[in-house]
């Protein structure tokens, strides 16, 4: 069975930076579409960024973009992580790790296709 777990999370002021792994363990992560997703309470979960298995397909949701970097350990294709820049209130919540075996076209945004879910890591960003 695929774990995901997730880590980096915590409190940090406007305009810092974090950054966030996921770690696979079982299962052949190697082949994963990655993703990031964030949760604010009472909101519906939000797609963040994404990257395919080979780490040469990136995309970003509006809200993050140029601020967010996603990217995947060069060695092993299986830990990765979430540079997060700048950051803002704005960006609080709970951040979900997930991984799909196969997404096709812009599907990625959307958090039914992905199998695997972590448990989440909390960022607060608050002055």
């Known amino acids: 069975q695929v774990q995901l777990a997730e880590s980096g999370g915590g409190s940090v002021q406007p305009e810092d930076s974090l950054r966030l792994s996921c770690a696979p363990s079982?299962?052949?992560?190697?082949?994963?579409?990655m993703a990031w997703f964030r949760q604010v309470a009472g909101k519906e979960r939000e797609f963040i960024a994404t990257i395919n298995w080979r780490g040469d397909r990136k995309y970003y949701s509006d809200s993050v973009k140029g601020r967010f970097t996603i990217s995947r350990d060069h060695a092993t294709k299986t830990t990765v992580y979430l540079q997060m820049a700048s950051l803002k209130p704005e960006d609080t919540g709970v951040y979900y790790c997930a991984a799909a075996y196969s997404i096709i076209g812009d599907a990625f945004r959307d958090g039914r296709r992905y199998d695997y879910w972590g448990q989440g890591t909390q960022v607060t960003v608050s002055s």
């Open positions: 079982g299962g052949t992560s190697t082949w994963f579409q």
